[in-house]
């Protein structure tokens, strides 16, 4: 188990370096969001939202160093969840706005972690087939589709109705 451990605490360390290809290339993700989805988006919203993923990682981890058994769905809710967004933001969006989106090259690393995870965690019988397969459904669905969806449709969305609505407050007055 100590393997499996190693493993999971690799996808923190993964996400550090992630966020620093984020900060760093092609202008950053953050002005990349702002320029092609969601023009409020800020420095702020950015930190934050990371800061709190790490900690929950870490959380995760922590519950399933502690206690075992059927806590490895957590981490693997994190995993499959950055290798949903890698696929559907980073790499989509590469290829459909034909600019490298911030985060794609270090998204790899999650894939990376999930196949060894996969190879030496279920094919060696550390994980069962039941718990990679709810860990794995429950990431793809919860933490994949908040970070494919939030800040490219859902965010936007609510940030455009919010300032129509304190617009047309403004009129009335």
């Not at 030496?120 to 793809?140: E, Q, R």
């Amino acid at each position: 188990m100590v393997f499996l451990s190693l493993l999971f605490w690799a996808l923190p360390a993964s996400y550090v370096i992630h966020i620093l290809d984020e900060t760093l290339l092609n202008g950053g993700f953050v002005q990349w969001i702002a320029d092609n989805f969601w023009p409020a988006y800020h420095l702020r919203m950015f930190f934050w939202f990371n800061a709190a993923a790490l900690g929950a990682i870490a959380v995760s981890n922590i519950l399933f160093d502690s206690l075992g058994g059927n806590w490895v769905i957590l981490p693997l809710i994190w995993l499959s969840g950055f290798v949903t967004h890698a696929l559907t933001v980073h790499l989509y969006w590469t290829f459909r706005r034909n600019t490298y989106s911030p985060g794609l090259l270090t998204s790899l690393l999650y894939a990376i972690v999930f196949y060894l995870v996969i190879r030496y965690g279920v094919g060696s019988h550390l994980i069962s087939g039941a718990d990679f397969a709810i860990g794995t459904g429950a990431g793809v669905a919860t933490v994949g589709t908040f970070l494919t969806v939030g800040p490219t449709l859902l965010f936007p969305k609510l940030s455009q109705r919010r300032h129509m609505s304190s617009a047309a407050r403004n009129r009335i007055r």
